[in-house]
T-cell receptor, first 114, second 115 residues
């Protein structure tokens, strides 16, 4: 069935370090891909999305490229800040017909130290 | 301000005592959904609704009920809560305009503890 696999962490980095959080997915058809971020005590917020192969989503210095050939959507940021500490979820919609629910990865807890 | 509002934010209760978590959105969205978030499992969909009076099961519907009598509201009902339903719950909504291209808007979550 459909699934999303991402590194669970916690991932601990120093401020200004380069960040990569890997995400791979399995899905039928052509899903849309998303990264959501959850700050402590809050709900999930959309960080970025990509809707077709080779699309690059970007927001707040984060980027991810829809790679259909490797079924991946890795999240990157060139220089992280303490305020980026949060849990990051990779997700996709189902590519075929049916429900519009999101399939989530288990989340990656990111900790940025000053 | 566009938002999804859940109540209560926190609840501690006992096994078997019926409870309802309310969810309301002010964006005139057709699609609404409930998820639960558990450590090591990420978010899993409980129920969803494509529109008024249209609901369907997600991945983990056992022990839950929902209703969609009005477009803005989508309450989650636990008729007889059990400890394995202790979790963090999120309601979400989405406009249907481009369906799978649309992001979902999430509430701030409801933390339920069933003793």
């Amino acid at each position: 069935g459909d699934s999303v696999t991402q590194m669970e962490g916690p991932v601990t980095l120093s401020e200004e370090a380069f960040l990569t959080i890997n995400c791979t997915y399995t899905a039928t058809g052509y899903p849309s891909l998303f990264w959501y971020v959850q700050y402590p005590g809050e709900g999930l917020q959309l960080l970025l999305k990509a809707t077709k192969a080779d699309d690059k989503g970007s927001n707040k210095g984060f980027e991810a490229t829809y790679r259909k050939e490797t079924t991946s959507f890795h999240l990157e940021k060139g220089s992280v800040q303490v305020s980026d500490s949060a849990v990051y979820f990779c997700a996709h919609t189902q590519g075929g017909g049916g429900a519009d629910g999101l399939t989530f990865g288990k989340g990656t807890h990111l900790i940025i130290q000053p | 301000e566009a938002q999804v509002t859940q109540n209560p934010r926190y609840l501690i209760t006992v096994t078997g005592k019926k409870l309802t978590v309310t969810c309301s959105q002010n964006m005139n969205h057709e699609y609404m959904s409930w998820y639960r978030q558990d450590p090591g499992l990420g978010l899993r969909q409980i129920y969803y609704s494509m529109n008024v009076e249209v609901t369907d099961k997600g991945d983990v519907p056992e022990g839950y009920k929902v209703s969609r009598k009005e477009k803005r509201n989508f309450p989650l009902i636990l008729e007889s809560p059990s400890p394995n339903q202790t979790s963090l719950y999120f309601c979400a909504s989405m406009g249907q305009g481009a369906r799978r291209n649309q992001p979902q808007h999430f509430g701030d979550g409801t933390r339920l503890s069933i003793l």
